[in-house]
C-alpha cells in the first residue's frame, strides 16, 4: 500500500537545528515535496528531491534516500516564524503522478 | 503577480443548498487540483485536471463536482451539501513535466461550514 510517515508534533528551541523525517512506502517513488503550512494559511512550497542527496537552501535543507523510503527536512538557526506545519508529499507513479500527503509535522518553537 | 484564487474565503450555509467555490490561476497552468483539509487528516485530494475538458477523481469525490472549460479556470460544486463536507478547501495549480505535476501554487483557502 502507499503510505507517508511523519512525527505528529515537534518542539525546538529559537536558535537551535530540527530535523524532520519523512518516511514513504509507494509504488511508483517519483519525486518528493516539502511544503510549509502556517495555521490557516495554504501551504507554501519549500524543496523538491527526485536524485538522493541534500538540497539546500538557505537555512532549509531537504535530504533523500529512494533506496531507504526515506527523506527528512533540516532546519537550522530557528526562528519563531518557523512555528509552522511541515508536509511531506511524494509524487507516485502508481497514483497517476499525483502527490500522496503526509498528515504534516506541527513544529512549536520556543523562546 | 502570480496568483491562485478563491472564491468565497469563508462561507457558511445550510444542508442540501447547492453552492459553489470557485478556483482560478493566472500562471497558465496545465494542472489544478482541489483538496479538503481536516485536523489529523492533512490534505485529501478531491479532484483533479491535467488540462482542459480532462478531469479525474481524487481520494474523497463522493458528493463534489467539478468542470474544467477554460485552462484557468477549476469551480468546485457541492450540488447538494451535508455537515460532514464542512472543512477548509484549498486549490491549487502546477505547471507540468515527463515526470508528473510540479510545484503547487495554493489559493488562500475557502472555508465552508455546512449546517
Known amino acids: 500500500g502507499q503510505n507517508i510517515d511523519q512525527p505528529t508534533e515537534m518542539t525546538a528551541t529559537e536558535g537551535a537545528i530540527v530535523q524532520i523525517n519523512c518516511t514513504y512506502q509507494?509504488?511508483?517513488?517519483?519525486?518528493l515535496f516539502w511544503y510549509q503550512q502556517h495555521a490557516g494559511e495554504a501551504p507554501t512550497f519549500l524543496s523538491y528531491?527526485?536524485l538522493d542527496g541534500l538540497e539546500e537552501k538557505g537555512r532549509f535543507s531537504s535530504f533523500l534516500s529512494r533506496s531507504k523510503g526515506y527523506s527528512y527536512l533540516l532546519l537550522k538557526e530557528l526562528q519563531m516564524k518557523d512555528s509552522a506545519s511541515y508536509l511531506c508529499?511524494?509524487?507516485?507513479?502508481?497514483?497517476?503522478?499525483?502527490?500522496?500527503w503526509g498528515a504534516g509535522t506541527k513544529l512549536i518553537i520556543k523562546p | 503577480e502570480a496568483q491562485v484564487t478563491q472564491n468565497p474565503r469563508y462561507l457558511i450555509t445550510v444542508t442540501g443548498k447547492k453552492l459553489t467555490v470557485t478556483c482560478s490561476q493566472n500562471?497558465?497552468?496545465?494542472?489544478m487540483s482541489w483538496y479538503r483539509q481536516d485536523p489529523g487528516l492533512g490534505l485529501r485530494q478531491i479532484y483533479y485536471?491535467?488540462?482542459?475538458?480532462?478531469?479525474d477523481k481524487g481520494d474523497v469525490p463522493e458528493g463534489y463536482k467539478v468542470s474544467r472549460k477554460e485552462k484557468r479556470n477549476f469551480p468546485l460544486i457541492l450540488e447538494s451539501p451535508s455537515p460532514n463536507q464542512t472543512s477548509l478547501y484549498f486549490c491549487?495549480?502546477?505547471?507540468?513535466?515527463?515526470?508528473?505535476?510540479?510545484?503547487?501554487?495554493f489559493g488562500e483557502g475557502s472555508r465552508l461550514t455546512v449546517l
Open positions: 491549487a495549480s502546477s505547471s507540468t513535466s515527463s515526470l508528473g505535476v510540479g510545484e503547487l501554487f
Open positions: 500562471m497558465n497552468h496545465e494542472y
Open positions: 485536471s491535467m488540462n482542459v475538458e480532462v478531469t
Open positions: 509507494t509504488s511508483g517513488f517519483n519525486g
Open positions: 528531491n527526485v
Open positions: 508529499a511524494v509524487r507516485d507513479l502508481g497514483s497517476n503522478y499525483q502527490l500522496i
